[in-house]
């Protein structure tokens, strides 16, 4: 498990891997502005994914990105605070 770093503007990422059995999995995640753990239900049926989830201890916006591998039956979830700039 990563945790994010002592100063909560800094980038944090983490990336999950779970296996996907049925459409939808449970998973557990720290919140990249506050630490805070949150649980999200993951809706692997609508395939991909890119949306904000908004923290419910400090409501910052947590930036997802889902991402199926269907050769490996996995799911990668990507975790990031939400206010990075992409180049």
């Given at each position: 498990?990563?945790?994010?770093?002592?100063?909560?503007?800094?980038v944090?990422?983490?990336?999950?891997?779970?296996?996907?059995?049925?459409?939808?999995?449970?998973?557990?995640?720290?919140?990249?502005?506050?630490?805070?753990?949150?649980?999200?239900?993951?809706?692997?049926?609508?395939?991909?994914?890119?949306?904000?989830?908004?923290?419910?201890?400090?409501?910052?916006?947590?930036?997802l990105?889902?991402?199926?591998?269907?050769?490996?039956?996995?799911?990668?979830?990507?975790?990031?605070?939400?206010?990075?700039?992409?180049?």
């Amino acid at each position: 498990t990563l945790s994010p770093s002592s100063a909560a503007s800094d980038v944090y990422k983490r990336q999950v891997h779970g296996v996907i059995m049925k459409n939808f999995v449970s998973q557990r995640i720290s919140c990249p502005h506050c630490g805070h753990h949150i649980h999200l239900d993951l809706d692997a049926s609508m395939g991909d994914q890119d949306y904000i989830e908004e923290c419910s201890a400090c409501c910052n916006p947590i930036h997802l990105n889902m991402h199926i591998d269907h050769a490996r039956n996995k799911l990668e979830l990507h975790v990031d605070s939400g206010d990075e700039q992409i180049f």
